[in-house]
Each structure stands twice: as C-alpha cells, then as structure tokens.
C-alpha cells in the first residue's frame, strides 16, 4: 500500500514560486499516476494537476495554465508541482494523490492520499 507525504508548502507573496514535492515514504510511485489536488478554505477539493504513470502530463486546471508545471524524477520516486507566478487565489492545501490507472480529475477516483501541505500567498 502506497502511503504519499507531501512538503513544500509555505508563506510566499504574490508573484512568487514554491515547489511542492509528493514522496512515497512506503511503496512506490512507479506505475501510478499522480494528481494534486487543492482545497481553499470554504470550498470544494479541485484538480489542479495530474501526470500519467507513463510520465505525460495530462491536464492542468485553465487557472494554474502556463505557471505551474508538474513532473516526476527520473527514478519516479517523487512527484513535484513547481508553481510560479503565484496569487492570492492559490492559496489552499495542496495534496497529492495516487491511482494506479489514468488521470481522472474526479477525487472519488484517487485511493490513495497524502496528509496534504499548506500554500499561503500574501504580502
């Protein structure tokens, strides 16, 4: 069983960067594919981001389109969400989370979870 530990997250002002990481501290990444998800205070998980288990990215949400960008290590041990041009809108915990199939962005899909790393974005 996959057990996913996210880190990265931070206080960063508008217009700047984080990098998000998401670690298998047991099983393995390998032959999963892996979304991140974000929740805002008030509202609803959505998908943000998602790379195959084949390592194509397979989608972004039109908000994060050209700042974001997701990947996975050459080992595939870690999955990263580098997040550029940040605004105040990004701001949630960010999880990630495991399937074993295709990207899907629906969460009820995604079994398996991390405990999910907080993003703030102010001045």
């Known amino acids: 069983q996959v057990q996913l530990v996210e880190s990265g997250g931070g206080l960063v002002q508008p217009g700047g960067s984080l990098r998000l990481s998401c670690v298998a501290s047991?099983?393995?990444?390998?032959?999963?594919?892996i979304a991140w998800f974000r929740q805002a205070p008030g509202k609803g998980r959505e998908a943000v981001s998602c790379?195959?288990?084949?390592?194509?990215?397979?989608y972004y949400i039109e908000s994060v389109k050209g700042r974001f960008t997701v990947s996975r290590n050459n080992d595939k041990s870690s999955v990263y969400l580098q997040m550029d041009s940040l605004k105040s809108e990004d701001a949630a915990v960010y999880y990630c989370a495991a399937r074993p199939g295709i990207c899907f962005r629906t969460r009820n899909l995604y079994d398996t979870w991390g405990q999910g790393t907080q993003v703030t974005v102010s001045s």
């Open positions: 047991s099983g393995t990444l390998e032959n999963m594919s």
């Open positions: 790379i195959n288990k084949s390592d194509t990215v397979n």
